[in-house]
């Protein structure tokens, strides 16, 4: 029987150690702010049919009822990007700013579908919650050692079903 060394062996010590620095760099961080992480939690999945086209396009081919966990305090810094600045696309098939915000995150724990909130100071000064969706996370290193997070405005104006 041939022997075969394993794709990433020995990588988890210096994985686990670039995390660690990772996420001290993004607690030390002098342009930190504190957020909230809503965890989602899956409750039905259906097919949407509509023969109605989405202002911004489909985000995802499948409705999802959701569920949110109960909300944890963590640590975010803004990654600047003018990436996002043609994000969505109208009913006439145009490109439509949608305000997208890119995160690193002092957690593993944020996926997809997450729901963060967050103070933001408005021109007049004034601190205002602000809602989002964690639509997109790009990982980088083998096995994820960090992360960037898009997020875009979460606007429903209902209330998050969290449970415990």
């Known amino acids: 029987m041939v022997e075969l060394i394993a794709r990433k062996s020995g990588h988890r010590a210096i994985n686990d150690e670039i995390r660690a620095q990772w996420q001290i760099g993004i607690e030390t961080d002098p342009e930190r702010f504190d957020i909230l992480f809503y965890a989602p939690k899956l409750i039905a999945t259906t097919v ?3 023969s109605e086209v989405p202002l911004f396009g489909e985000l995802q081919a499948d409705n999802y ?3 949110y966990k109960a909300a944890e305090k963590l640590i975010a810094v803004e990654v600047p990007s003018s990436e996002y600045d043609s994000f969505g696309v109208d009913e006439n098939g ?5 305000d997208a915000l890119l995160l690193r ?3 593993v724990a944020v996926v997809e579908r997450s729901v963060i909130e967050l ?3 408005n021109e007049l000064g004034e601190d205002v919650l602000q809602r989002w969706y964690v ?3 790009d990982s980088y290193g083998s096995n994820s050692v960090a992360s960037i997070f898009t997020l875009i405005p979460f606007n429903d104006a209902e209330d998050l079903n969290i449970t415990p």
């Open 135 to 137: 639509l997109k996370i």
């Open 65 to 67: 009822e959701l569920e």
């Open 48 to 50: 949407v049919e509509s």
């Open 119 to 121: 103070l933001t100071e």
């Open 94 to 98: 145009e490109n439509v700013d949608v």
């Open 105 to 107: 995150i002092n957690s």
